[in-house]
């Protein structure tokens, strides 16, 4: 059974930054596709980033391109999200999924889902 917890979230001002973890257990995921995704209240759950896990190769949403940064260690079966220069617009629950399958950027596609973890960005 397929595993994943989010780590990291918390309250940040404007312009800070914080690194969320996404702690993967129960498989082998050198074949899997990792992705976070974010629901703020009211909205629908949107694609940030993705990364394949074997070859390491990312794709972030238009909107967090250049602010964040998703990565892996697969000593610790991590999955990160480093997120700089926060904007209230960013404020939301992050999700980290997951999917054996090279996935898309819908929610959809993921087969897998952590708890999720809240970041609130204040003004």
């Known amino acids: 059974q397929v595993q994943l917890v989010e780590s990291g979230g918390g309250l940040v001002q404007a312009g800070g930054s914080l690194r969320l973890s996404c702690a993967a257990s129960g498989r082998t995921f050198s074949s899997y596709t990792m992705a976070w995704f974010r629901q703020a209240p009211g909205k629908e759950r949107e694609f940030v980033a993705r990364i394949m896990w074997r070859i390491g190769s990312t794709y972030l949403a238009d909107a967090v391109k250049g602010r964040f940064t998703i990565s892996r260690d697969n000593t610790k079966n991590t999955v990160y999200l480093q997120m700089n220069s926060l904007k209230p617009e960013d404020t939301a629950v992050y999700y980290c999924?997951?999917?054996?399958?090279?996935?898309?950027?819908?929610?959809?596609?993921?087969?897998?889902w952590g708890q999720g973890t809240q970041v609130t960005v204040s003004s």
């Open positions: 999924a997951a999917d054996r399958r090279p996935s898309g950027l819908a929610s959809g596609d993921y087969d897998f």
